[in-house]
């Protein structure tokens, strides 16, 4: 069978992919512990010996801080290369395109195991994937939002606090702005439980590079995908 290379996804999206999933990691790992440090059963230390050996409140506080810089600086990195190259805009629906509508019914079909994955059109990025990364995105800002303005209330005149204090009453408190921060976190960790559970499911079917392309930046395809003027620039 004849297959065509195709370069998809730039240096920097790889860049922000990959710092971006050990930013969440950490965040994840960290922030559960905030929430609640008796989630792994009662194996931590004594409050005096915690302090004794480093492993404190505030060192996992302190990491889950620089790994929320991090993000930060991560999703402002990834709107900037966005605004420059076209390749990078594929988390833009193209709600208004008959093919947009054809992959949607295609991928139900091929996720429902109605219809073969072979089968039908090629795609750069399925209908789903276009549609949820959106919103991961919206969620990725919704947990910066959240994040810094409670980061931000331990100085209420300062920086973090003017740019986002305003969700805290929006959300009807800080406990609840505690809550929101939490179920969003899990969302985003179901996220992308699902979404490693798909890039594998697409690469041992079609065996198409899914699985690498993160890292090389190319997926192989037996026939031309029909949104492949998107990833012209
Ligand atoms: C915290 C975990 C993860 C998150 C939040 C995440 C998030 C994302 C997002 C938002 C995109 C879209 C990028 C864009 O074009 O803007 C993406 C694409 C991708 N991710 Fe992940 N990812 C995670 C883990 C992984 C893992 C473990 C793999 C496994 C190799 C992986 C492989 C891929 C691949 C292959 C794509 C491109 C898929 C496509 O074209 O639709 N990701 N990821
Ligand atoms: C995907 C990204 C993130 C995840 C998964 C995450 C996860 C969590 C979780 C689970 C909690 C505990 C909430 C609770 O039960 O009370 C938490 C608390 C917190 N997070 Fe995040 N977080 C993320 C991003 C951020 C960012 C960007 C910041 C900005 C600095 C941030 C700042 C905070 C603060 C200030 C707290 C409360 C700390 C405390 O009460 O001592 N988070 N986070």
Excluded: C
């Amino acid at each position: 069978m004849e297959t065509k290379r195709f370069y998809i996804f730039s240096p920097g999206l790889r860049l922000w992919h990959w710092v971006n999933f050990f930013a969440i990691l950490a965040l994840f790992i960290t922030g559960l512990y905030i929430g609640n440090p008796f989630f792994l059963g009662p194996i931590g230390y004594e409050a005096t010996y915690a302090y004794d050996k480093g492993i404190t409140m505030d060192l996992i506080r302190k990491i889950h801080f620089v790994a929320g810089y991090v993000f930060l600086s991560g999703f402002i990195f990834r709107v900037i290369i966005a605004l420059f190259s076209k390749r990078d805009r594929l988390i833009i629906p193209p709600f208004w395109r008959r093919d947009y509508w054809i992959g949607l019914k295609e991928i139900t079909l091929k996720y429902s195991l109605i219809m073969r994955d072979k089968e039908g059109n090629e795609y750069i990025r399925n209908a789903y994937a276009r549609s949820v990364y959106p919103l991961i995105y919206l969620l990725f800002l919704f947990m910066i939002i959240t994040g810094f303005a409670m980061y931000g209330m331990s100085n209420p005149g300062g920086l973090w606090a003017s740019l986002f204090g305003w969700i805290i009453p929006l959300l009807g408190g800080e406990f609840m702005t505690h809550m929101w921060h939490h179920w969003i976190a899990w969302i985003i960790i179901i996220f992308a439980i699902l979404h490693f559970y798909l890039v594998v499911r697409e690469e041992l079917i079609k065996q198409n590079g899914e699985l690498t392309s993160m890292f090389t930046g190319y997926k192989v395809f037996e026939k031309e995908p029909v949104d492949i003027e998107d990833i012209k620039e």
